[in-house]
T-cell receptor, first 112, second 111 residues
């Protein structure tokens, strides 16, 4: 099983550019999440989804958008990149919610 | 709101030493508690969990006991190895919406 797959692994963006971080899971999990990890700050929830067609904001949603058209895919969109969005982004999934997550290996994004 | 507080790192130990990483939490209800581990360049992996008071989670020689009276979930291991070097995150969940993470504690084990 591939688990949770994130692409790309690394990306450098210029201020104002847009990009989509891809996340796919092959475990048929209903719940999916996007977190960002900043040094010394732990992980902060950006958006989450409890099933196809249903998404909701987390703690730090500003500057991001998501969609969930299928159970497998949960892409994260950055519309106008800002230096404050430099971070490592993790996608995760869970069959029932409640904490037993499977994480992807992350995308390291730098905005210059 | 809910929060998790972990001890500051890095924690530096010699191989075969005893490990304790402290974790305390604040929650309005009765959360489930978790320890995740992150090895260099990788995503987080679930290490162990406990879902109710006095439960003990264990895995790979690591243990943690859910203490409701002290709102704590300290991670312990009797004899660490170099391969245990990683960042350890304590987390809680009060429902399906999200995990709340601590800031992480880096463990460095030397031979």
């Amino acid at each position: 099983n591939a688990g949770v797959t994130q692409t790309p692994k690394f990306r450098i963006l210029k201020i104002g550019q847009s990009m989509t971080l891809q996340c796919t899971q092959d475990m048929n999990h209903n719940y999916m999440y996007w977190y960002r990890q900043d040094p010394g700050m732990g992980l902060k929830l950006i958006y989450y989804s409890v099933g196809a067609g249903i998404t909701d904001k987390g703690e730090v949603p500003n500057g991001y958008n998501v969609s969930r058209s299928t159970t497998e895919d949960f892409p994260l969109r950055l519309e106008l990149a800002a230096p404050s969005q430099t971070s490592v982004y993790f996608c995760a999934s869970s069959p029932t919610g409640g904490g037993g997550y499977t994480f992807g290996s992350g995308t390291r994004l730098t905005v210059v | 709101g809910d929060s998790v507080t972990q001890m500051e790192g890095p924690v530096t130990l010699s191989e075969e030493a005893f490990l304790t990483i402290n974790c305390t939490y604040t929650a309005t209800g009765y959360p489930s508690l978790f320890w995740y581990v992150q090895y260099p360049g990788e995503g987080l992996q679930l290490l162990l969990k406990a879902t109710k008071a006095d439960d003990k989670g264990s895995n790979k020689g690591f243990e943690a006991t859910y203490r409701k009276e002290t709102t704590s979930f300290h991670l312990e291991k009797g004899s660490v190895q170099v391969s245990d070097s990683a960042v350890y995150f304590c987390a809680l969940s009060e429902g399906f919406q999200k995990l709340v993470f601590g800031t992480g504690t880096r463990l460095l084990v030397s031979p």
